[in-house]
């Protein structure tokens, strides 16, 4: 054994100092401990200095949380009057996904325990997503699927030369799918966009690896009890009219522009002249179902070339093909709920198209509760739970602020005739905002309209079939609210009739009641000022003379528009109170702050940005910078 090598190992060596002892891991350790608390110190040392000087600071978690936001961001070898775009952005790490994180919230609510005065759909919500983590009762589906198979006729690739062609009808099938909660747009999607107004489109989908699908293809069909030559020789056919129909679908989407995609508009009795293959009066009733069609409503479609296309394809392509295309969809988007060997193909076959990557299971049933919920239970619950009194309370003040600004600036304004300005100001006093939901929605009423139903069946099979069943119904009842529940549900400010909305996920992520209103000005103050612009470009002509329309367009044409109307409604409101406090470690005004703020919320939407004089003012910027001339209207 060599001693002297166990020596140097295990004695230390008496030459060495105290760091040099030390291994790399320790030097870290002990770095990062030192940097910690001289940060620390500081924070102490300034926070005793703005006290000493009788400057208020700001010290809690939110504001804590923004002095680190900021400061990690701020480019300091710009100079701001020089270049304030990358003074701001230079350095910008990505914002925290708040879309993400709200979901991440509701979902965490699916596993609390059920409290006294949750509504029956909280709890079914909580008993639906239960059920799809455990599925204990997944292999009892066949019974269930197996009584919609005999309402079709059954699936040709298991029933051989039995299957009666004379017996089916593709318009049939989808009826009896959709009214028992199964997927039914397998060759037509159809959306009720607004009242006497149907859009139709052409099914899309993706199958990459054609073999691998395939393969998927047959397995399943052994699985359900098809013999393996008869199961390879039917499901080519059926991939074969798949790709037939995808060909009509994307020929139409290449050959046009976004806006001529759905540029043919008839009524249901000129369609049926034109396309009398299907009584389309009768298809759009049921696929609409309890909403009613008349012939006078009209149908969007693709242009009659590819909409023609697709119902030659249709009524040329044999019945067995079709049974076997639209059982085959079926299963497939139901596999998940099926027996654990259906869903080892499907995982399989996915693993192999993806290098790899497999959904987790929990994440697969909290988006499953999307796709069957209108509005999850927990979703308006926990919107409820954000916003108390006291935030509805500040976030209406400072909506109000914003809007009486952009009238305040109308009134004022010489380049405005007095009968758009009239008509200006009345178009805003008639805007209403609405703040993470309509009150409605809070006191019960809303739950009465969305969740009449209750789950059926055992096992998780029948409860999806049972949520989805409800949620087609529920879709054409309120079709009059969907505008609003899509706004609702949304990652951006909205506008409809006359109506601001502030969703929950926008909230979250301009406005905290906890920090100095100078940045929420900045962030939400200066988001609803653009919509509350766009909403009134998108009247100008019903609202202006012409020579009022173009003066408006050009001095739109300023970058900063919204952001001097945040910024003057901001003063505006500190005018009447006290001076706000400013960050931990931040040496910056609230004034510089609220642009700073406002831009870095917004980084990519402001490449050309010029500064404006109020902004070179804050900043003490030589006389002689150039800045962007233009008032806020």
């Known amino acids: 054994m060599n001693r002297e090598y166990l020596k140097s190992r295990c004695f230390e060596d008496e030459d060495e100092n105290w760091w040099q002892r030390r291994s790399g891991m320790e030097r870290c350790l002990f770095i990062g401990l030192l940097f910690a608390i001289l940060l620390s110190l500081a924070c102490v040392i300034y926070i005793s200095l703005q006290i000493l000087l009788n400057v208020e600071v700001c010290s809690n978690t939110s504001c804590l949380a923004e002095s680190y936001r900021i400061a990690t961001r701020l480019n300091n070898t710009v100079d701001p009057c020089e270049d304030f775009y990358q003074y701001v952005c230079g350095v910008s790490p990505e914002r ?80 009896s799918l959709k009214s ?22 052409i099914v899309s989908f993706a199958f990459p690896h054609k073999g691998l699908y395939l393969q998927f293809m047959i397995d399943t069909a052994v699985v359900f009890g098809a013999d ?34 759905f540029g043919t508009h008839v009524t249901v009795e000129e369609m049926q002249k034109i396309y009398d293959e299907i009584q389309w009066l009768d298809f759009l009733n049921n696929i609409l179902y309890p909403y009613t069609v008349t012939d006078s409503d009209v149908i969007v479609i693709p242009s009659h070339e590819h909409f023609g296309a697709f119902i030659d394809l249709i009524t040329s392509i044999p019945k067995r093909v079709q049974a076997n295309y639209m059982v085959w969809r079926v299963i497939e988007e139901m596999i998940p709920f099926m027996s654990k060997q259906l869903q080892y193909l499907k ?87 609405v703040i993470g939901a309509p009150d409605g929605y809070f006191n019960g009423s809303i739950f009465e309209e969305l969740y009449t139903w209750e789950l059926e069946g055992e096992s998780i099979f029948e409860m999806i079939l049972s949520a989805r069943k409800n949620y087609f119904e529920t879709l054409m009842v309120m079709q009059n609210s969907s505008v609003m529940l899509n706004l609702i549900k949304g990652t951006e400010i909205g506008y409809s009739t006359n109506t601001i909305v502030l969703p929950l996920a926008v909230l979250d992520e301009y ?103 109020y902004l070179l003012k804050d900043f003490m910027c030589a006389s002689d910078t150039h800045f962007d001339d233009c008032d806020v209207l």
Not at 116 to 145: M, P
Not at 180 to 201: A, C, H, N, T, W
Request: aromatic share 10%; hydrophobic share 35%.
């Open 228 to 261: 393996r030559y008869q199961a390879k020789l039917q499901m080519e056919n059926v991939l074969s009219f798949m790709e037939e129909l995808q060909g009509v679908a994307e020929k139409n989407v290449t050959l046009k522009r976004p806006d001529e995609l």
């Open 96 to 175: 925290d996904n708040t879309i993400s994180t709200l979901k991440q919230k509701v979902n965490e609510m699916l596993v609390e325990s059920a409290g006294e005065d949750d509504s029956n759909a909280t709890n079914d919500e909580r008993k639906l997503f239960d059920n799809c983590l455990n599925q204990t009762d997944s292999e009892n589906f066949i019974v269930t699927f197996q009584e919609v198979l005999e309402d079709i006729g059954g699936w040709p690739v298991l029933v051989g030369y039995h299957w009666r062609a004379r017996l089916f009808e593709w318009t049939d099938a989808v009826y």
């Open 511 to 613: 406005f905290d009641e906890e920090r100095p209103m100078y940045l929420n000005y900045a962030e939400l103050g200066v988001a609803i000022a653009e919509v509350l612009l766009k909403s009134l470009t998108d009247n100008v002509e019903q609202l202006w003379s012409n020579s009022t329309v173009e003066e408006f367009e050009e001095r739109t044409k300023c970058n900063s528009v919204a952001l001097l109307l945040g910024y003057r409604s901001y003063q505006k409101w500190a005018e009447s109170r006290r001076k706000e406090a400013r960050l931990v470690a931040i040496e910056q005004t609230p004034n510089q702050l609220f642009w700073i703020s406002a831009m870095s919320s917004s980084c990519h939407s402001y490449v050309q940005f010029r500064p404006n004089q």
């Open 180 to 201: 028992r909660g199964y997927p039914f747009s397998m060759f037509l999607d159809v959306q009720l966009q607004s009242e006497g107004r149907i859009k139709l489109s």
């Open 347 to 433: 995982g399989n076959y996915t693993c192999q198209i993806e290098s790899g990557t497999h959904q987790d299971h929990h994440e697969f049933c909290c988006e499953s509760l999307d796709a069957i919920y209108v509005l999850r239970p927990l979703q308006l619950q926990y919107i409820q739970n954000r916003l108390s009194a006291k935030r509805k309370l500040m976030i209406e003040e400072l909506y109000l602020a914003v809007k009486e600004e952009i009238i305040s600036q109308l009134e004022n304004s010489r380049w405005i005739d007095d009968e758009s300005r009239q008509a200006s100001v009345d178009f805003f006093e008639m805007t209403e905002v």
